[in-house]
């Protein structure tokens, strides 16, 4: 039987101080591309296609991140949107350098840096940072925190009618299928608003301090997610991930890469009476 060392409390509170710079370092390169925005500052450029693009911040701030984390813990490996794996160590950190990159590009205030760091294959913590509302959300040893003071929500509605939901499907890239039609109809029919607001991070980050009850996603990557499941898990939220074949997952630090449809909702939220729960089952959104 191999024994494995508990992490120290002085090894989490440095890694979870770590997460906070480096998240506050992207959000200010960000940030001041954002507000100094041109043609030539963006330097817009394509990825997967039209509706998948990079700037010049999402790359300088993704650096900003990297070095704040190696300068202080260099035994660290690094998966960021932009630069890929990079680094060797026992703590792991997924990093998405700014998700909303299309609302950031456009001059629509909504979007953020998300890290999430792991530490032998355990969470530590996660971090979302909105540099324009200067807001930082934090998961850290099961306590949620909305700029250093402890969140608690309170349940916005259990059913459906009687809440908004977020989600960016149906998604850019391809015409919506006649069925992805009908499935994204039946969800508009069946809450009380249905809200597309272009950043998956914000989102779960939303749900878990309670603006909103619930979120739908079903196509993202790691870095998307990463940091916002901690959050939602930290605030006692509930949270159900699937595989491409529509299997159950523990969305831990090793299976993130395979989670491929996404619902997070408040506690108390009435998941399997909610048209979501469906959504989950046929796979079509």
């Given at each position: 039987?191999?024994?494995?060392?508990?992490?120290?409390?002085?090894?989490?509170?440095?890694?979870?101080?770590?997460?906070?710079?480096?998240?506050?370092?992207?959000?200010?390169?960000?940030?001041?591309?954002?507000?100094?925005?041109?043609?030539?500052?963006?330097?817009?450029?394509?990825?997967?296609?039209?509706?998948?693009?990079?700037?010049?911040?999402?790359?300088?701030?993704?650096?900003?991140?990297?070095?704040?984390?190696?300068?202080?813990?260099?035994?660290?490996?690094?998966?960021?949107e932009e630069g890929g794996w990079q680094g060797e160590g026992d703590t792991t950190w997924i990093i998405d350098p700014i998700d909303g990159t299309s609302n950031f590009a456009s001059g629509l205030p909504f979007f953020c840096v998300s890290i999430a760091a792991y530490h032998k294959g355990e969470p530590v913590c996660g971090v979302v940072y909105d540099p324009v509302r200067e807001e930082l959300f934090m998961a850290n040893q099961g306590?949620?925190?909305?700029?250093?003071?402890?969140?608690?929500?309170?349940?916005?509605?259990?059913?459906?009618?009687?809440?908004?939901?977020?989600?960016?499907?149906?998604?850019?890239?391809?015409?919506?299928?006649?069925?992805?039609?009908?499935?994204?109809?039946?969800?508009?029919n069946s809450f009380r608003a249905v809200r597309r607001l272009g950043s998956c991070a914000l989102h779960l980050a939303y749900v878990a301090v309670g603006r909103v009850a619930v979120c739908y996603e079903s196509k993202f990557s790691a870095w998307d997610i990463a940091a916002g499941i901690q959050l939602v898990e930290a605030a006692g939220g509930q949270v159900y991930v699937q595989d491409a074949a529509g299997s159950r997952l523990e969305p831990n630090e090793d299976a993130l890469g395979s989670v491929k449809r996404l619902v997070v909702a408040q506690a108390g939220f009435d998941y399997q009476s909610s048209n979501l729960s469906k959504q989950m089952e046929d796979g079509i959104l």
């Open positions: 039987m191999i024994l494995i060392k508990p992490m120290s409390n002085d090894l989490h509170d440095m890694i979870a101080t770590v997460a906070c710079e480096a998240a506050l370092a992207a959000g200010m390169v960000a940030h001041r591309g954002f507000v100094n925005a041109s043609p030539e500052t963006l330097a817009t450029e394509q990825k997967a296609g039209f509706f998948d693009i990079v700037t010049a911040s999402d790359k300088a701030a993704e650096r900003a991140a990297c070095d704040t984390i190696w300068s202080r813990i260099p035994a660290s490996r690094i998966l960021g306590r949620l925190t909305l700029n250093g003071k402890k969140v608690e929500p309170f349940l916005r509605g259990r059913t459906d009618r009687e809440v908004e939901v977020l989600t960016n499907a149906p998604y850019e890239g391809e015409r919506p299928s006649r069925a992805a039609q009908e499935a994204h109809a039946d969800l508009v």
